[in-house]
């Protein structure tokens, strides 16, 4: 591998991380990842219409029910985050 290929291939990560943040980087740590994943499975829910009528017949409530309990789950979908600890 040359160093042009490395350089290209980091550019591309880079690009791809600044467009996307579900991507993730070197300094995410464990609970933004997970908040991420969790908001992005929610989004997807509501976004698939079939798959929001199961959920919704799975939990016996209406469609915009199910799609307002998503859209409230997005806010914190994991808890509040934990304390940061001091260097």
């Given at each position: 591998?040359?160093?042009?290929?490395?350089?290209?291939?980091?550019?591309?990560l880079e690009h791809l991380q600044a467009r996307y943040v579900g991507t993730g980087h070197a300094d995410?740590?464990?609970?933004?990842?997970?908040?991420?994943?969790?908001?992005?499975?929610?989004?997807?829910?509501?976004?698939?219409?079939?798959?929001?009528?199961?959920?919704?017949?799975?939990?016996?409530?209406?469609?915009?029910?199910?799609?307002?309990?998503?859209?409230?789950?997005?806010?914190?979908?994991?808890?509040?985050?934990?304390?940061?600890?001091?260097?």
């Amino acid at each position: 591998m040359q160093a042009s290929d490395r350089f290209n291939i980091n550019s591309q990560l880079e690009h791809l991380q600044a467009r996307y943040v579900g991507t993730g980087h070197a300094d995410l740590n464990r609970f933004e990842w997970a908040v991420n994943i969790q908001r992005d499975s929610y989004a997807s829910y509501i976004g698939h219409g079939p798959l929001l009528a199961y959920f919704a017949i799975a939990e016996n409530e209406s469609i915009g029910r199910e799609m307002y309990n998503f859209m409230q789950k997005m806010l914190l979908p994991c808890g509040l985050p934990p304390d940061k600890e001091e260097d």
